[in-house]
C-alpha cells in the first residue's frame, strides 16, 4: 500500500511500517504539506511518538 498516496492519518495503518520515532518525523513532515489535514498529521505524529511535534524532538528526527 502506498501510505502517503492513501493520506491515511490512521496510526494503525503506519505502525507496521517502521519505528514510532521515524515514522512520528515523517508525519511531521507530511504535516507542512500543501493541501493535506495539518491537524490531523501533526495528531497521528503524537499519537506514534508522543512529543514528535515539539521543535527540538522533531530537530532530532531530523538530525538522524
Known amino acids: 500500500m502506498d501510505l ?5 492519518t ?23 504539506v500543501t493541501g493535506v489535514d495539518r491537524r490531523k498529521y501533526l495528531d497521528l505524529a503524537e499519537a506514534l511518538h508522543p512529543g514528535a511535534t515539539e521543535p527540538r524532538v522533531f530537530a532530532k528526527w531530523l538530525a538522524e
Open 10 to 32: 490512521r496510526a494503525e495503518d503506519w505502525r507496521p511500517l517502521g519505528t514510532p520515532f521515524f515514522l512520528a518525523g515523517l508525519a511531521v513532515a507530511m504535516a507542512s
Open 4 to 8: 502517503l498516496g492513501t493520506r491515511s
